[in-house]
């Protein structure tokens, strides 16, 4: 423990283009790229699939075979193709954020009580204009839960960006084991754990700022039964 | 607990590699690792480990070791890809590894910080055995010889006429060389030596792997302009890449040489691995290497051939 410390806080650890705040940098870029090209192909998907009913079943297998994938030979599969360039990385984070958004957005918005959605109709609404105005604000809990797990995967799994030359907080994790000093490797490990709980506390505060509110659910009589915890599908 | 911690971290990144469907040999520690024998010179045969450090040539070479040993009927054990010197130096100090190939003027300049001038293999050896911790020793180096190089592509090479690492303190700014993570950390052969030797600083240093098909494709791809490879391996001429010279002998010679507690060091672990230096050239190390990069042979298979064609099984 002394080590990490003495790691953690000795100054040339704080400045540099290796020192953390840099690779702390690298680290959240990966990650929100990550998360942020996987959210343009779940996000769509997920609404699709849940405002049509249709495609359930190969979202699902397609979801759990992309869980099933090795990571790091994804990375290294990518990385013969495209050496030294951030795909390898980004390719193995969109794969396992995919997951967690799609089917969360499917859950969300198929669970949603089918007389809600003819009430939506039956006001003249539009298919468009039902799943904007009705179907996603009330299938937000859920799906902000989706991005949570996909972000809090994305944060730890975005190490393995060191083990094909690029930066990130992984970097502190294998140059400390390359020449066995356990305060970087430790305090690395340390950086990446503090960075997937601040993320997680954020995503606590929005989802708690955007979920349905007491009064206004009390208002929605026929609002629908939303489970505010994750599903895993 | 520390050392605990390590060989979890160790067996983690084996498992690791091994995922990467790369060919590398994954630690085969069957059973009891290192039951210490007792005493010397009994009829007891010592238990040996055989450690190897996380590239190619360096686990075939333990596998030679392992090999031979085996034929002799000792109980060996290995551990092998465990990583750098770094992890595997305290890891002979504490008796996980009793037997490892070395390198005598890179173990050298680990061991003294690089503060050692002993340039040839016999006093490099010799001061190594003074230097060395009580419990460990060396044995008879073999000629085979891998030294740490700067090699940089033909692209570079003809861009700034490059041709001995020299050349580079003028150009090293606009240069990013690539090497192994403790590249940039250690005393020896690295990047704190070619700052102090020939006063060569570079634009970037691209942490990748130990001259492994990381290294070799970023220098491909022009990623890195120089890198360090060994110059046991084939990639090299292969891929058209340049060594640079070496005039003020930074890296002067670098003899294969088994490292070994002196507890496992009884007479015939001893006759056994000399014989097996004996046999041991630089090229057919090389040739050794290029079966196991090039050829993607198994690391065993490789070094039982070689044990069979040079009579030592």
């Not at chain 1, 990518?78 to 980004?90: D, M, Q």
């Not at chain 2, 570079?156 to 993570?181: F, H, M, Q, R």
Request: aromatic share 6%.
């Amino acid at each position: 423990m002394g080590e990490t410390w003495e790691w953690l806080t000795s100054s040339e650890q704080w400045s540099g283009p290796d020192g953390i705040p840099a690779r702390l940098l690298e680290h959240i870029w990966y990650s929100a790229l990550g998360v942020f090209v996987a959210a343009l192909i779940a996000l769509p998907a997920g609404l699709l699939i849940g405002h049509t009913g249709r495609g359930s079943l190969s979202a699902n297998t397609l979801s759990n075979f992309s869980r099933a994938l090795p990571t790091l030979g994804l990375v290294i599969l990518v990385f013969r193709i495209e050496p030294l360039s951030i795909w390898p990385v980004l390719v193995a984070l969109v794969v396992i954020a995919i997951p967690p958004i799609l089917l969360n957005t499917e859950v969300g918005i198929r669970a949603i009580d089918p007389t809600v959605r003819d009430a939506a109709r039956g006001m003249g609404m539009t298919g468009w204009q039902a799943l904007w105005r009705v179907e996603v604000p009330l299938a937000m809990p859920l799906i902000l839960a989706g991005f949570r797990s996909a972000t809090g995967q994305v944060i730890a799994t975005a190490t393995i960006a060191a083990f094909v030359g690029l930066g990130g907080l992984g970097r502190f994790i294998i140059d400390g084991y390359s020449v066995r000093d356990i305060g970087e490797i430790s305090g690395g490990a340390l950086v990446v754990a503090v960075l997937a709980l601040v993320a997680e506390g954020g995503y606590a505060l929005l989802q708690r700022s955007l979920g349905p509110k007491e009064g206004s659910r009390r208002r929605r009589v026929a609002g629908p039964a939303v489970h505010h915890e994750e599903v895993h599908a | 607990m520390k050392k605990v911690l390590w060989l979890l971290l160790a067996a983690v990144l084996a498992v690791g590699i091994a995922a990467c469907g790369d060919d590398l040999e994954e630690g085969d520690d069957s059973g009891s690792t290192s039951t210490q024998s007792e005493g010397e010179g009994g009829a007891e045969k010592p238990a040996i480990t055989v450690g190897s450090a996380n590239f190619p040539e360096n686990v075939v070479l333990a596998e030679i070791y392992a090999g031979a040993l085996s034929a002799k009927d000792f109980d060996v054990s290995k551990k092998l890809n465990v990583g750098s010197r770094e992890a595997l130096f305290p890891a002979m100090e504490q008796g996980d590894i009793t037997v490892l190939p070395e390198y005598s003027g890179a173990l050298l300049a680990f061991v003294t910080e690089a503060k050692s001038d002993a340039k040839e293999i016999g006093e490099q050896v010799e001061a190594l055995n003074a230097e060395l911790p009580a419990e460990l020793t060396l044995l008879e180096p073999s000629a085979a010889e891998d030294k740490d190089t700067i090699t940089c592509n033909k692209e570079t090479v003809d861009k700034y006429g490059l041709a001995s690492i020299e050349d580079l303190a003028k150009v090293g700014n606009e240069i990013t060389i690539g090497g192994p993570p403790e590249f940039a950390k250690r005393a020896g052969f690295g990047i704190k030596a070619l700052k102090r030797v020939y006063g060569a600083e570079f634009k970037k240093f691209q942490p990748l792997d130990v001259a492994g098909p990381l290294t070799v494709a970023a220098l491909k791809d022009n990623k890195v302009q120089c890198a360090n490879l060994f110059s046991t391996q084939s990639a090299i001429p292969a891929n058209g890449f340049v060594t640079l010279e070496d005039p003020k002998g930074l890296v002067e010679a670098e003899a294969v040489v088994p490292l070994i507690s002196k507890e496992a060091a009884t007479p015939e672990v001893t006759e056994t691995l000399d014989a097996v230096s004996a046999a041991l050239t630089t090229d057919n190390l090389k040739e050794l290497v290029k079966r196991v990069e090039v050829d993607k042979d198994d690391a065993e298979t490789v070094a039982q051939d070689f044990l069979s064609e040079q009579g030592l099984e």
